[in-house]
């Protein structure tokens, strides 16, 4: 899993909740509880473990960790930015991204282009899934899909046209593949194990 969906799965949880908590406090005189979410939010030594855990740990010891919000619950010093699982899919899946890597994953969330001439390397190391291999917004399989799931991965983002030659499908997560082809958020899913 890359961090498209990832964010785009954390934005969607966390709009979902908290319209779901505005509509209950709108017909209600008390106020609603908290969304499920927030109340099992993890603690910040908690979240910092599990986002470490997606990428080696010569990266993960220096990078800036953020939580489920993009909220930095540790500051870092290399360049990296890592974030803890996402619970709302069905794998663990904590990602690290590098500058680039960040910026292309925000051109993704803000449905931009991304920039030009910025190639980006993320890591998984912990696996992912990803709700699609073509669609970068989806927040579900489609109904007769179901997750992709890819094991300890690393990726190479932002690469354009240029990965002639690779799958272009999720059909083998063993072997390297494009998700997302023929969209400006291609990127190139590289099995480590």
Same mark, same amino acid.
């Given at each position: 899993? !890359?961090?498209? !969906? =990832?964010?785009?799965?954390? @934005?969607?949880?966390?709009?979902?909740?908290?319209?779901?908590?505005?509509?209950?406090?709108?017909?209600?005189?008390?106020?609603?509880?908290?969304?499920? +979410?927030? @109340? @099992?939010?993890?603690?910040?030594?908690? =979240?910092?473990?599990?986002?470490?855990?997606?990428?080696?740990?010569?990266?993960?010891?220096?990078?800036?960790?953020? *939580?489920?919000? /993009?909220?930095?619950?540790?500051?870092?010093?290399?360049?990296?930015?890592?974030?803890?699982? =996402?619970?709302? !899919?069905?794998?663990?899946?904590?990602?690290? =991204?590098? +500058?680039?890597?960040?910026?292309?994953?925000?051109?993704?969330?803000?449905?931009?282009?991304?920039?030009?001439? +910025?190639?980006?390397?993320?890591?998984?190391? /912990?696996?992912?899934?990803?709700? !699609? *291999?073509?669609?970068?917004?989806?927040?579900?399989?489609?109904?007769?899909?179901?997750?992709?799931?890819?094991?300890?991965?690393?990726?190479?983002? *932002?690469?354009?046209?240029?990965?002639?030659?690779?799958?272009?499908?999720?059909?083998?997560? +063993?072997?390297?593949?494009?998700?997302?082809?023929?969209?400006?958020?291609?990127?190139?899913?590289?099995?480590?194990?």
């Amino acid at each position: 899993m !890359s961090y498209r !969906s =990832l964010s785009l799965c954390f @934005a969607a949880a966390f709009l979902t909740a908290g319209t779901i908590a505005y509509s209950q406090a709108a017909t209600q005189k008390t106020p609603p509880p908290p969304p499920k +979410k927030a @109340a @099992a939010a993890a603690d910040d030594a908690t =979240l910092i473990k599990s986002a470490m855990a997606a990428a080696p740990l010569a990266i993960a010891k220096d990078a800036t960790i953020v *939580n489920g919000e /993009m909220k930095v619950i540790r500051a870092g010093t290399n360049g990296w930015t890592c974030m803890p699982d =996402l619970p709302t !899919s069905p794998g663990t899946d904590p990602m690290c =991204l590098d +500058k680039n890597g960040m910026e292309w994953a925000h051109a993704l969330m803000t449905k931009a282009q991304p920039p030009k001439g +910025k190639m980006g390397i993320g890591y998984m190391l /912990m696996g992912g899934s990803d709700a !699609s *291999n073509t669609d970068p917004f989806a927040t579900k399989p489609a109904a007769d899909g179901k997750w992709v799931d890819t094991g300890a991965h690393m990726m190479v983002l *932002n690469i354009g046209d240029m990965f002639a030659g690779y799958p272009t499908t999720a059909t083998n997560t +063993k072997v390297p593949y494009v998700m997302f082809p023929g969209t400006p958020y291609a990127h190139l899913m590289i099995p480590v194990k």
